[in-house]
């Protein structure tokens, strides 16, 4: 498969969730690996990425409350999710930086009382 994002769910606010993607070690080797989000209605956001060598970036509103982290002998990007508020509901996808593939089946996150 060449992207598959997993670890999704339903949680509180305040909760967290770590999300995985596994990926085709064609596309993940040597890449710069991103994470997405898109809410119905809304544009896909970059959320976070993080290049091979483990230098991470993050869109401000989720600086402090999420970590990226890779695996690459796995082939595998993660995102840790704490302090999880209402509007990080999404379904979250990840893909290399750049890459004109399909983005794969995404993971839906629901953050709800």
């Known amino acids: 498969v060449q992207l598959q994002a997993s670890g999704g769910g339903l949680v509180q606010p305040g909760g967290f969730l770590r999300l995985s993607c596994a990926a085709s070690g064609s596309i993940f080797r040597g890449a710069v690996m991103g994470w997405y989000r898109q809410d119905p209605g809304k544009q896909r956001e970059l959320v976070a990425s993080i290049s091979s060598g483990g230098m991470a970036v993050y869109e401000n509103s989720v600086k402090g409350r999420f970590t990226i982290s890779r695996d690459n002998a796995k082939n595998t990007v993660y995102l840790q999710m704490n302090s999880l508020k209402h509007e990080d509901t999404a379904v979250y996808y990840c893909?290399?930086?750049?890459?004109?593939?399909?983005w794969g089946q995404g993971t839906q996150v629901t953050v709800s009382s």
């Open positions: 893909k290399p930086i750049p890459y004109y593939g399909s």
